[in-house]
Protein backbone atom coordinates (compact mmCIF):
# COMPACT_ATOMS: atom_id res chain seq x y z
CA UNK A 1 0.00 0.00 0.00
CA UNK A 2 1.75 3.42 -0.84
CA UNK A 3 2.91 5.29 1.81
CA UNK A 4 3.64 2.15 3.80
CA UNK A 5 7.73 2.51 5.10
CA UNK A 6 10.07 -0.32 4.53
CA UNK A 7 13.47 -1.17 5.67
CA UNK A 8 15.13 -2.44 2.46
CA UNK A 9 18.59 -4.56 1.92
CA UNK A 10 20.34 -4.59 -0.76
CA UNK A 11 23.28 -7.41 -1.70
CA UNK A 12 24.36 -8.42 -4.86
CA UNK A 13 23.13 -12.18 -5.24
CA UNK A 14 26.76 -13.33 -6.07
CA UNK A 15 28.10 -12.44 -2.51
CA UNK A 16 25.78 -14.68 -0.94
CA UNK A 17 28.10 -17.47 -2.90
CA UNK A 18 30.90 -16.29 -1.49
CA UNK A 19 32.17 -17.38 2.60
CA UNK A 20 33.35 -14.12 4.44
CA UNK A 21 31.35 -10.88 3.66
CA UNK A 22 31.83 -7.67 5.14
CA UNK A 23 29.36 -5.05 6.21
CA UNK A 24 30.32 -2.83 3.05
CA UNK A 25 28.95 -5.74 0.86
CA UNK A 26 25.22 -4.49 1.57
CA UNK A 27 23.52 -1.22 1.79
CA UNK A 28 19.83 -1.02 3.84
CA UNK A 29 17.81 1.94 4.00
CA UNK A 30 14.46 3.29 4.96
CA UNK A 31 12.04 3.67 1.69
CA UNK A 32 8.48 4.21 1.14
CA UNK A 33 5.82 2.42 -1.09
CA UNK A 34 4.76 5.15 -3.83
CA UNK A 35 2.99 3.37 -5.91
CA UNK A 36 1.85 -0.23 -6.45
CA UNK A 37 2.67 -1.62 -10.07
CA UNK A 38 0.99 -5.23 -11.26
CA UNK A 39 4.37 -7.29 -10.84
CA UNK A 40 5.42 -5.61 -7.52
CA UNK A 41 5.51 -1.58 -6.20
CA UNK A 42 7.98 1.01 -6.51
CA UNK A 43 9.56 3.11 -3.22
CA UNK A 44 11.45 6.14 -2.77
CA UNK A 45 14.71 5.97 -0.69
CA UNK A 46 14.87 8.12 2.94
CA UNK A 47 17.63 9.38 3.68
CA UNK A 48 18.68 10.37 7.47
CA UNK A 49 21.22 12.92 6.47
CA UNK A 50 24.04 13.35 3.48
CA UNK A 51 26.20 10.58 5.17
CA UNK A 52 23.58 8.17 4.47
CA UNK A 53 23.37 9.32 0.92
CA UNK A 54 26.88 9.20 0.37
CA UNK A 55 27.47 5.92 2.03
CA UNK A 56 24.80 4.66 -0.57
CA UNK A 57 26.33 6.14 -3.29
CA UNK A 58 29.55 4.35 -2.55
CA UNK A 59 27.20 0.86 -2.53
CA UNK A 60 26.43 1.57 -6.21
CA UNK A 61 29.43 2.59 -7.16
CA UNK A 62 30.74 -0.28 -5.80
CA UNK A 63 28.44 -2.73 -7.29
CA UNK A 64 29.22 -1.62 -10.94
CA UNK A 65 25.42 0.06 -10.65
CA UNK A 66 25.78 3.01 -13.89
CA UNK A 67 23.33 5.86 -12.89
CA UNK A 68 25.11 7.48 -16.28
CA UNK A 69 22.62 4.98 -18.10
CA UNK A 70 19.89 6.08 -16.06
CA UNK A 71 17.49 9.19 -16.71
CA UNK A 72 18.03 12.82 -15.71
CA UNK A 73 14.90 11.95 -13.27
CA UNK A 74 16.62 8.55 -11.83
CA UNK A 75 19.94 10.55 -11.23
CA UNK A 76 18.34 13.34 -9.29
CA UNK A 77 16.26 11.06 -7.18
CA UNK A 78 19.80 9.50 -6.57
CA UNK A 79 22.11 12.16 -6.41
CA UNK A 80 20.22 15.13 -5.95
CA UNK A 81 17.86 15.24 -3.05
CA UNK A 82 14.79 12.88 -3.51
CA UNK A 83 13.81 11.12 0.08
CA UNK A 84 14.81 12.69 3.27
CA UNK A 85 17.83 14.79 3.56
Known amino acids: MAGTLIRLCLRRSMLFEQPGGHDKDYSEHWC ?3 RCIPNG ?3 EFLFVDRRERGGFQH ?5 D ?9 VKRA ?3 G ?4
Request: with cysteine; proline share 4%.
Open 32 to 34: RVV
Open 82 to 85: AGTD
Open 59 to 63: FLVAN
Open 65 to 73: VRPQDESTQ
Open 78 to 80: IFG
Open 41 to 43: FCV
